[in-house]
């Protein structure tokens, strides 16, 4: 049986592979597609640049869009570096920033660092801090020992039980079990988990609040909603975007609605027909 997300994403990696730069010592991999104002893409442990392809195809007739996928080394405060590097490299004085989950939190370091780079900060699916992370698993692990084996049937094992909780995203969790079980290579793997975990705390981020963003979902597994609360209260954002469900990947659970907010951020004209203003999920 076909599975729809996997060969729409395929196909989109084909007509515009990944390609690969060096910042700092770095070996990062990145796209660069379309015109107009920028914004930068930073996935989660789960995905390469391309976890963004729906987005992309959508906005990027309208915006230039610069997604990134992680290197083997470094960590949060390296990666925030390499970030601005990145942008230095591509010409861009300033950007739009999403993150989601892990990338979340580099947004928020980043922007915290060199405020005066961003236009918006949009913090997705994500954290406000890292402090007892290392009591959770797989943070808990050794994590440059544990058999990688070990590590992915973890993985495995969260998105077995997202698909029986979710059957109707069966797609979904068969596209991700493809990122941990090779797509995303062995050290690229536990760098991701390696780098939250021994993350910094987060530096004030000084954005005025009309330049700030959250997106959140209700039923997500892995953002507890007291974690959500703490993200809402530490950077204060002009408009909190709430999925009612889409759990930790809305971006590719529900991307018509993920466009939709990302239209309304950049003061796009909607093409999706979602009203993010009006409707219950969003809360301001």
Same mark, same amino acid.
């Given at each position: 049986? &076909?599975?729809?997300?996997?060969?729409?994403?395929?196909?989109?990696?084909?007509?515009?592979?990944?390609?690969?730069?060096?910042?700092?010592?770095? !070996?990062?991999?990145?796209?660069?597609? /379309?015109?107009?104002?920028?914004?930068?893409?930073?996935?989660?442990?789960?995905?390469?640049? !391309?976890?963004?392809?729906?987005?992309?195809?959508?906005?990027? !007739?309208?915006?230039?869009?610069?997604?990134?996928?992680?290197?083997?080394?470094?960590?949060?405060?390296?990666?925030?570096?390499?970030?601005?590097?990145? *942008?230095?490299?591509?010409?861009?004085?300033?950007?739009?920033?999403?993150?989601?989950?892990?990338?979340?939190?580099?947004?928020?370091?980043?922007?915290?660092?060199?405020?005066?780079?961003?236009?918006?900060?949009?913090?997705?699916?994500?954290?406000?801090?890292?402090?007892?992370?290392?009591?959770? *698993?797989?943070?808990?692990? !050794?994590?440059?020992? &544990?058999?990688?084996?070990?590590?992915?049937?973890?993985?495995? &094992?969260?998105?077995?039980?997202?698909?029986?909780?979710?059957? $109707?995203?069966?797609?979904?969790?068969?596209?991700?079990?493809?990122?941990?079980?090779?797509?995303?290579?062995?050290?690229?793997?536990?760098?991701?988990?390696?780098?939250?975990?021994?993350?910094?705390?987060?530096?004030?981020?000084?954005?005025?609040?009309?330049?700030?963003?959250?997106?959140?979902? $209700?039923?997500?597994?892995?953002?507890?909603?007291?974690?959500?609360?703490?993200?809402?209260?530490?950077?204060?954002?002009?408009?909190?975007?709430?999925?009612?469900?889409?759990?930790?990947?809305?971006?590719?659970?529900?991307?018509?609605?993920?466009?939709?907010?990302?239209?309304?951020? *950049? /003061?796009?004209?909607?093409?999706?027909?979602? $009203?993010?203003?009006?409707?219950?999920?969003? &809360?301001?």
């Amino acid at each position: 049986m &076909t599975n729809t997300l996997i060969s729409d994403r395929d196909r989109f990696a084909e007509k515009h592979p990944e390609q690969r730069i060096g910042l700092n010592g770095r !070996d990062w991999g990145y796209l660069d597609i /379309g015109s107009g104002p920028a914004l930068l893409l930073i996935p989660g442990t789960l995905g390469r640049c !391309d976890i963004f392809w729906q987005q992309i195809i959508a906005l990027s !007739d309208r915006l230039r869009i610069i997604a990134t996928s992680y290197p083997e080394t470094g960590g949060i405060a390296d990666w925030a570096d390499d970030i601005l590097a990145l *942008m230095d490299h591509l010409g861009l004085a300033s950007t739009t920033i999403l993150g989601s989950s892990l990338g979340g939190y580099l947004a928020q370091y980043v922007v915290g660092q060199a405020p005066n780079r961003f236009d918006r900060l949009i913090a997705a699916n994500t954290l406000h801090s890292v402090i007892g992370l290392d009591q959770r *698993m797989p943070y808990a692990l !050794d994590l440059h020992t &544990t058999p990688i084996g070990d590590l992915r049937a973890g993985f495995g &094992t969260g998105l077995q039980q997202w698909r029986n909780d979710h059957p $109707d995203q069966s797609d979904l969790v068969d596209l991700l079990l493809m990122e941990v079980g090779g797509r995303i290579p062995e050290m690229e793997l536990r760098n991701r988990l390696n780098a939250l975990k021994t993350g910094p705390e987060l530096p004030e981020t000084t954005l005025p609040a009309a330049r700030i963003f959250t997106v959140q979902a $209700d039923d997500d597994p892995l953002i507890p909603p007291e974690m959500r609360a703490a993200v809402r209260a530490r950077l204060q954002p002009s408009a909190a975007y709430r999925f009612l469900s889409g759990g930790h990947f809305p971006y590719v659970a529900r991307p018509a609605e993920y466009t939709a907010l990302l239209e309304q951020i *950049m /003061g796009l004209a909607p093409t999706s027909g979602h $009203d993010w203003g009006t409707g219950p999920e969003r &809360t301001s």
